[in-house]
């Protein structure tokens, strides 16, 4: 299981979700189906571009900003039961920052991370906010963590215990740093040794280092006595000690660009190896200082393998969706596919389960509902006016979609 943040209630406190794996409470009731004419709690205008994922706490909605061009970077706060906005606070500006030279990212790609009194909020190298939740009061920040992003940030924070965790994997710089959280300071920066050797999966050179960068956002495990951090970068993934920082093992391929977050189940760390040839590994950890896992895959799955969206799994059951719009369901024991059919529209946002239920959305705005079962079904196609690249989250019945300009309450009905 992953690492819970210090929630009270039933929100959304990370990036993909409660427990970080996108799955939610089967008691919240989620909506099958709405419309902008129908089902729809609100609708708020967010102006920028950003593709976070919104934070749910106590009756509050949290979500980082930016505008197109990155030159101001700020935290909006949503009142959950009106759609009020209640605070709207820049916290960086930035003269010159890098283009982005990618149409799929934002410079407010990164989710906040939230537990009771404080959310953090982060924009990679170009700072990390620590905030009241009750006042928006900035309690620390930081803006010395070096990382040349080039195409923009997009790994999330995550809490664990006492510490912040940040990913920072760019053209430069690759590590992982754990923060105080109480504080800002560094309690642990663990780099990255991974051997570069600047070329894509063909065997040809890649220009300016995108092979040395990845957007992932990390995943905590609790084996009986060590959390292990489970992060996907560039040409390798690491298990790292989360409360010392130490590698514990590794495991090497030729992908880069790595954007879908891994995930762990039935004794395996599930590993999506990136741009190139997008390939799912299933890789037998533990919590134990094991070196170098390559070639120890229990099954490797080539096919229809997304390059950005992370997967969800139900059960034996795994289920992802292409950057093209072809959803798969594996068979988690072999990594066999069981059944692929397609979907119109692309896809970037990563999806998530509730009480037997995947909801897919896509680039264009629509939101696939697929039953989470080894024949496919659909059970319902939900169209609204913009599409969404942040993935959805939810909270005690409600789904909250953030649109290229909105974000909606959907309660379906």
């Given at each position: 299981m992953?690492?819970?943040?210090?929630s009270?209630?039933a929100?959304?406190?990370?990036?993909r979700?409660?427990s970080?794996?996108g799955?939610t409470?089967?008691?919240?009731?989620?909506?099958l189906?709405?419309?902008?004419s129908a089902?729809?709690a609100?609708k708020t205008?967010?102006?920028?571009?950003?593709w976070?994922?919104?934070?749910?706490?106590?009756?509050k909605?949290?979500?980082?900003?930016a505008?197109?061009?990155?030159?101001?970077?700020?935290?909006?706060c949503?009142d959950?039961?009106?759609?009020?906005?209640?605070h709207?606070?820049l916290?960086f500006?930035n003269a010159?920052?890098?283009?982005?030279g990618?149409a799929?990212n934002?410079?407010?790609s990164?989710s906040p991370?939230?537990?009771?009194?404080?959310?953090?909020i982060?924009f990679?190298?170009?700072g990390?906010a620590?905030?009241?939740?009750n006042?928006?009061?900035v309690?620390?920040?930081?803006?010395?963590?070096?990382c040349?992003?080039?195409?923009g940030p997009?790994?999330s924070v995550?809490?664990?215990k006492?510490?912040?965790?940040l990913?920072?994997?760019?053209?430069?710089?690759?590590?992982?740093a754990?923060?105080?959280?109480?504080?800002g300071k560094?309690?642990?920066k663990?780099?990255?040794?991974t051997?570069?050797?600047d070329?894509g999966?063909?065997?040809?050179?890649?220009s300016?280092?995108?092979?040395?960068?990845a957007?992932t956002?990390?995943?905590?495990?609790?084996?009986?006595?060590?959390s292990v951090?489970?992060?996907?970068?560039?040409?390798a993934?690491?298990g790292?000690?989360a409360d010392?920082?130490?590698?514990?093992w590794?495991v090497t391929?030729?992908?880069?660009?790595?954007?879908?977050?891994?995930l762990?189940?039935?004794?395996?760390?599930?590993?999506?190896?990136?741009?190139?040839k997008?390939t799912?590994l299933?890789?037998?950890v533990i919590?134990e200082?094991?070196?170098?896992?390559?070639?120890?895959a229990?099954?490797?799955?080539t096919?229809?393998?997304?390059?950005?969206?992370?997967?969800?799994?139900?059960?034996?059951?795994l289920?992802m969706v292409?950057?093209?719009g072809v959803?798969t369901?594996?068979d988690l024991?072999?990594g066999e596919?069981?059944?692929?059919?397609?979907v119109?529209?692309?896809?970037?946002?990563s999806p998530?389960?509730?009480?037997g239920?995947i909801?897919?959305?896509s680039e264009?705005?629509e939101?696939y509902?697929?039953?989470?079962k080894?024949?496919?079904?659909?059970l319902?196609?939900?169209?609204l006016?913009e599409g969404?690249l942040?993935s959805?989250a939810a909270s005690d019945?409600?789904?909250?979609?953030?649109t290229?300009?909105?974000?909606?309450k959907?309660?379906g009905?």
């Amino acid at each position: 299981m992953g690492a819970l943040p210090g929630s009270s209630d039933a929100g959304w406190p990370e990036f993909r979700g409660p427990s970080q794996d996108g799955q939610t409470p089967e008691t919240w009731g989620l909506p099958l189906e709405w419309s902008e004419s129908a089902g729809i709690a609100w609708k708020t205008p967010v102006p920028g571009k950003a593709w976070s994922t919104p934070v749910i706490h106590e009756g509050k909605v949290w979500m980082s900003n930016a505008t197109e061009d990155g030159k101001e970077m700020s935290v909006i706060c949503i009142d959950e039961p009106s759609g009020d906005i209640l605070h709207n606070k820049l916290l960086f500006t930035n003269a010159n920052p890098e283009p982005l030279g990618n149409a799929v990212n934002s410079y407010g790609s990164p989710s906040p991370a939230i537990e009771d009194g404080r959310v953090y909020i982060h924009f990679g190298s170009y700072g990390t906010a620590c905030l009241d939740t009750n006042t928006a009061e900035v309690l620390w920040e930081r803006r010395d963590l070096p990382c040349r992003h080039y195409r923009g940030p997009g790994s999330s924070v995550v809490i664990y215990k006492e510490l912040l965790i940040l990913t920072m994997d760019g053209v430069d710089v690759q590590y992982l740093a754990a923060l105080d959280k109480k504080t800002g300071k560094t309690v642990w920066k663990t780099d990255r040794t991974t051997e570069w050797d600047d070329l894509g999966p063909d065997g040809k050179p890649i220009s300016e280092g995108d092979v040395r960068k990845a957007y992932t956002t990390p995943f905590v495990v609790t084996f009986a006595a060590k959390s292990v951090i489970i992060s996907t970068g560039a040409k390798a993934t690491y298990g790292y000690d989360a409360d010392s920082g130490k590698a514990l093992w590794n495991v090497t391929y030729k992908g880069f660009s790595n954007a879908a977050s891994p995930l762990f189940a039935d004794g395996m760390a599930i590993i999506n190896t990136g741009y190139g040839k997008a390939t799912l590994l299933a890789i037998p950890v533990i919590g134990e200082s094991r070196g170098d896992l390559t070639g120890t895959a229990k099954w490797e799955a080539t096919k229809r393998v997304p390059q950005r969206s992370s997967p969800v799994i139900v059960g034996d059951l795994l289920f992802m969706v292409a950057d093209n719009g072809v959803i798969t369901c594996l068979d988690l024991k072999t990594g066999e596919a069981i059944w692929s059919e397609r979907v119109k529209g692309s896809f970037s946002g990563s999806p998530i389960h509730h009480n037997g239920r995947i909801y897919f959305c896509s680039e264009q705005g629509e939101t696939y509902v697929v039953a989470a079962k080894a024949e496919y079904e659909l059970l319902s196609t939900n169209i609204l006016d913009e599409g969404m690249l942040a993935s959805p989250a939810a909270s005690d019945g409600a789904l909250f979609l953030r649109t290229t300009g909105h974000l909606y309450k959907v309660t379906g009905g």
